[in-house]
């Protein structure tokens, strides 16, 4: 399947579910009440698609001033650990939203288990002792109904017997599953009696040993919705097939009119990044990236340390809106708004990441001057600073070269160029090494410049940043390229792994920064200038992420695109 991007689409403001919403408020069944819930599994990191799912399900209760509930989906004791409730619960608020008490689905198992009993008792639900695989194979196809169970005609006393035994923990693992008793010819996969309870003998984070058995995710869902008094169930797209069996269990419990209602939405899909929680894991394990906060990742925690402001975030997923149709957006269009907010609020600094020494010989021995810097010029109130400058300078060695092609107009052999915040500057020397590489530049700078400006009023076509070599301090900077090449990784049915970008990393030592770097907070992001956004890193002082370049790659591609139509 060819995939291509949803491009800028923007549903900001109202969109199908705020309209659903509003119409119940006023007319519908809740008596104007709006309760929603967010439902993670603890099995994992939070991700950017779930701040997409927090964001809706938050948003939209704080919008209908109803409420919204943080609900662990705690089903598979397997893969769940309590660890990840702190760290689930830690991100959501981080998001900027108050995850309120927690509430998890094992707090009503006792109320899940009589309730199948009820449905037993019905003449609902069956114990199957058929495996896994052959209840799999005997589902039928889209064009050929299911074949029934020889244990589907069982009698309530014998069901009931085996249901309360498989409570008990008289049987193994897969040994016995208990069924809805629905249609195996039905039009709908969903409906032909699937299963409601699995046999897992396995140690549960919360109730420990005391269930053998645990519901399954359309058994347990909906029940604890209506437990909880949920209005709008809001899920993602791949349940809407299962929503004619949400409403069948809640119909056939009899739990009355003021119930909840399923209500899917497109899940969130950027591309060059991979949000299922199987292959996130993968590239942890195998070592793919340093770990689930890794700069890299599209978790909260990876984007967190990326630099990414929750404030971007929101604002991303309020401008892609929710819709019924799956898409995949560009990752440059949540970077652009990453971009918009650090150029509004980070503070700018001088960092030199290639650096090369560059002597200004003119300069008088043993001198220091303070040169005066803006801070933010977006935001007057951040102010200015004093960058130390002195006659041994670092810049990038990217800013010079020996013999410049027409279209270079920074620094080379006789060319003059200003030093940000600095003075104007004329090569008149090159050392060179061995190989012919650069190893130090000789300039003389005019005192009449200082700012960056000549009396005489004559142009320089570049400014370039430095650092002053006797007071710059040594540092990190990581500088992070797509983790895949592809723009839709395993889209075409390929392991998405395949197109790993094995650059996705760079890692430059010995960068060279202006002495207030040392005061950045942890976490903190800054623009260094020319360069790009950087965020300091939260435990290792003086190692700084990039977070997004300075050019506006969205806006490039917004015009491309223009072009092409
Ligand atoms: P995975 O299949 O990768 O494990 P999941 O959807 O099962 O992901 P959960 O922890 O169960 O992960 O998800 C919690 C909630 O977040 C669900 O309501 C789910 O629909 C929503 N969600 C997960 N991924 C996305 C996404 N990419 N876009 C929108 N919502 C999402
Ligand atoms: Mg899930």
Not at 126 to 145: C, H, K, L, M
Not at 527 to 536: D, I, S, T, V
Request: with cysteine; proline share 6%.
């Amino acid at each position: 399947m060819k995939e291509t991007p949803i491009g800028s689409t923007s549903n900001s403001g109202s969109d199908f579910i705020r309209e659903m919403l509003a119409e119940d408020a006023s007319d519908g069944p809740y008596g104007g009440r709006v309760q929603t819930r967010f439902p993670p599994e603890p099995n994992g990191y939070l991700h950017i698609g779930h701040a997409k799912s927090i964001a809706l399900n938050f948003g939209v209760a704080a919008e209908f001033d109803g409420v919204c509930r943080l609900r662990f989906d705690d089903t598979n004791p397997e893969t769940e650990e309590a660890s990840f409730i702190e760290a689930i619960r830690q991100d959501v608020a981080w998001l900027g939203f108050e995850p309120g008490e927690s509430a998890y689905a094992s707090d009503y198992f006792a109320q899940l288990a009589q309730w199948a009993e009820q449905l037993i008792r019905n003449g609902l639900a069956y114990v199957d002792d058929q495996d896994a695989e052959t209840i799999s194979a005997n589902r039928g196809g889209f064009t050929t109904p299911g074949v029934n169970s020889p244990y589907r005609d069982r009698t309530v006393e014998e069901n009931l017997d085996l249901f309360a035994r498989m409570r008990a923990g008289e049987f193994a693992d897969g040994e016995k599953v208990l069924r809805a008793k629905i249609d195996m010819a039905h039009d709908n996969m969903a409906m032909r009696d699937p299963v409601m309870y699995r046999i897992r003998n396995a140690h549960h984070f919360r109730t420990g040993n005391e269930w053998k058995i645990y519901p399954t995710y359309d058994w347990a869902h909906g029940q604890s919705d209506a437990v909880e008094g949920t209005t709008h169930s809001l899920c993602t797209l791949e349940f809407d097939t299962h929503r004619p069996l949400y409403d069948w269990f809640i119909e056939q419990l009899g739990l009355g009119n003021d119930r909840p209602r399923q209500t899917e939405f497109a899940r969130l899909k950027l591309t060059h990044t991979v949000m299922s929680k199987r292959k996130l894991l993968e590239l942890v394990r195998d070592g793919h990236v340093d770990g689930w906060d890794d700069p890299r990742m599209p978790t909260l925690r990876g984007l967190r340390r990326r630099g990414y402001p929750p404030e971007a975030i929101r604002a991303f997923c309020s401008h892609i809106g929710v819709a019924r149709v799956n898409g995949t957006h560009e990752i440059e269009l949540l970077e652009s708004f990453v971009r918009t907010h650090h150029n509004q609020h980070a503070l700018r600094r001088m960092a030199v990441l290639d650096p090369v020494e560059l002597v200004i010989d003119n300069w008088p021995e043993g001198v220091t001057d303070e040169r005066p810097a803006i801070n933010n010029p977006e935001d007057e109130s951040a102010g200015t600073r004093k960058v130390p400058f002195s006659g041994k300078l670092w810049i990038e060695r990217g800013d010079f070269m020996l013999n410049p092609p027409k279209k270079f107009f920074r620094l080379a052999p006789g060319r003059e160029v200003r030093l940000r915040a600095g003075y104007l500057i004329t090569c008149t020397d090159v050392e060179t090494g061995a190989d012919g590489e650069v190893v130090r530049i000789h300039c003389d700078y005019d005192p009449e410049t200082a700012g960056g400006q000549a009396p005489d009023g004559r142009k320089v076509k570049a400014t370039i940043h430095w650092v002053s070599a006797q007071h710059a301090i040594g540092g990190t900077v990581m500088l992070y390229d797509r983790l895949f090449t592809d723009p839709f990784p395993g889209a075409d049915g390929s392991d998405p792994l395949a197109s790993l970008n094995p650059a996705s990393r760079e890692v430059r030592t010995g960068c060279k920064f202006e002495p207030s770097l040392a005061e950045t907070p942890a976490g903190q992001v800054v623009q260094f200038e020319r360069l790009g956004y950087f965020a300091h890193d939260q435990q290792d002082p003086l190692t700084f992420h990039r977070t997004v370049g300075l050019r506006d790659e969205w806006a490039a591609i917004q015009r491309r695109q223009s072009q092409q139509s």
